[in-house]
């Protein structure tokens, strides 16, 4: 389970990632529990939310796993290793949030906050991928080892930006996401998780980076999330009023 707070306009919300536990005070605070993989108590005073996401299993072999890429994931990867793109797992909150936010800020997406992801201690985890010293892309997840769950929190990369080739980008990208996975499943990790699915958009972006996350085997899977009756109003409110928060 991974318990954290983050800000919401004016208010704070505790966050809960893949387990769901019941206390008579969610009828009156700002809470939401996400992702739900397991239920401790039966949801009460919340209201319940369907959304989807792309898993892959991480319990076959990683032969097996590489075999479901398709075969230009797996071209590209190639090439993007030929062309010295490295990519590594270290921990550099300051390095990744910096990143993040030069990307957000071209895509005009909330930034990422310092508070709110220390407050997710080890269950925060970046990765990078590089050429010749210049970052080329980065990707944050949320990790449970207990469930052996790990799921793609943020992503960011130089596409957006003139002086990179941006299917050098692409490919690393991709190169990037293989590796992440390689990781998570030695490290004992049984579930990933892309990180959403934007269903039915007719978006060509959003279907472009649905692609992508299907072109590494995964499927389709919905998500059960919950929020409080006092969060859901706020949040409906959001919706109407602020496309970021959709």
Known sequence: MIRFTKKFYFWKVQDTWFVYQYRFSHAFTLAQFSFVKKHEHTPRFCVKDISHTVELSLEPGMESIIAGFRNTVKQEVRKAEQEQVTCSFREDTDRFIEFFNDFAALKKLYPAKKDMIRSMGAHFQTSFAEIDG?????????????????????????????????????????????????????????????????????????????????????????????????????????????????
């Open 134 to 246: 210049e970052m080329l892309v980065a990707h944050s997840y949320l990790v449970d080892p207990e469930l052996g769950i790990c799921r793609l929190f943020q992503s960011a990369s130089r596409r957006l930006d003139e002086r990179f080739d941006r299917k050098l980008i692409g490919r690393a990208n991709k190169l990037l996401t293989a590796k992440d996975i390689q990781h998570f499943k030695e490290k004992g990790f049984k579930l990933m998780d892309f990180g959403g699915y934007a269903e039915n958009t007719s978006d060509k972006g959003l279907q472009g980076i649905n692609d992508f996350k299907l072109s590494f085997g995964g499927h389709k899977a919905e998500c059960i999330n919950y929020y409080t009756w006092p969060y859901a109003v706020l949040r409906k409110l959001s919706l109407l009023l602020d496309r970021r928060y959709r």
